[in-house]
C-alpha cells in the first residue's frame, strides 16, 4: 500500500515536471526557430513524443515508488530533485533559449544519471530496474538528435 502511495506522488510529481517543461519551452516546437532547423532524419513524429513521455514517467514513477520504499533517504531525494532539475531545465535551455550545447550537457549528465540509477540501486529495486529502460532509450534518442541540430546549424 505504501509503495502505491509512493508511486501516486511520483506519478503528480513528475507529470508536473513534464507541464513545467512544456510551459518553458514557450511553444518549442512550433516556433520558426525549430521548424527551420536541420533535423535528424531519424526525428519522429511529434505525437510519439507524448506517447514517449506519458509512457516513460509511468514507468519511472513506478520505479521510484519501489526504491523510495527501500531506500528513502536525503541522498536519494537529493539525486530525484537533481534528475527533475535537468528533465525540466532542457526544455528552457533548447527551445527558449537555443542553447543547443547546453542543451546537449544537459541531456549527456541527465543520461547518466538515469544509468546510475539503473546500476547502483538495481539489487535494491531488482526487476523493477527495467522500468528505467524507456527513459535511457528515449535519453539517447534526444541525445542523438541535440548533437544532430548542435553539427548540422
Not at 519522429?44 to 520505479?63: E, H, K
Not at 544509468?115 to 527513459?135: A, D, E, R
Amino acid at each position: 500500500m505504501r509503495q502505491a502511495k509512493l508511486t501516486f506522488i511520483f506519478i503528480i510529481v513528475n507529470f508536473s515536471g513534464l507541464a513545467i517543461g512544456n510551459w518553458f519551452m514557450d511553444g518549442g516546437p512550433m516556433t520558426d526557430w525549430y521548424i527551420n532547423l536541420k533535423k535528424a532524419p531519424w526525428t519522429p513524429p511529434g505525437w510519439v513524443f507524448g506517447v514517449a513521455w506519458t509512457t516513460i514517467m509511468i514507468c519511472f514513477s513506478i520505479y521510484l515508488g519501489k526504491l523510495f520504499l527501500v531506500e528513502n533517504s536525503k541522498k536519494m531525494t537529493a539525486i530525484f530533485i537533481i534528475q527533475f532539475i535537468l528533465n525540466v531545465s532542457w526544455n528552457f535551455l533548447f527551445f527558449k533559449q537555443h542553447w543547443v550545447f547546453l542543451g546537449l550537457i544537459n541531456l549527456s549528465l541527465l543520461t547518466a544519471l538515469l544509468f546510475f540509477y539503473f546500476f547502483k540501486f538495481s539489487k535494491k529495486v531488482k526487476n523493477y530496474k527495467y522500468l528505467l529502460l524507456p527513459y535511457i532509450i528515449w535519453l539517447c534518442i534526444a541525445t542523438s538528435l541535440n548533437l544532430y541540430v548542435l553539427i548540422h546549424n
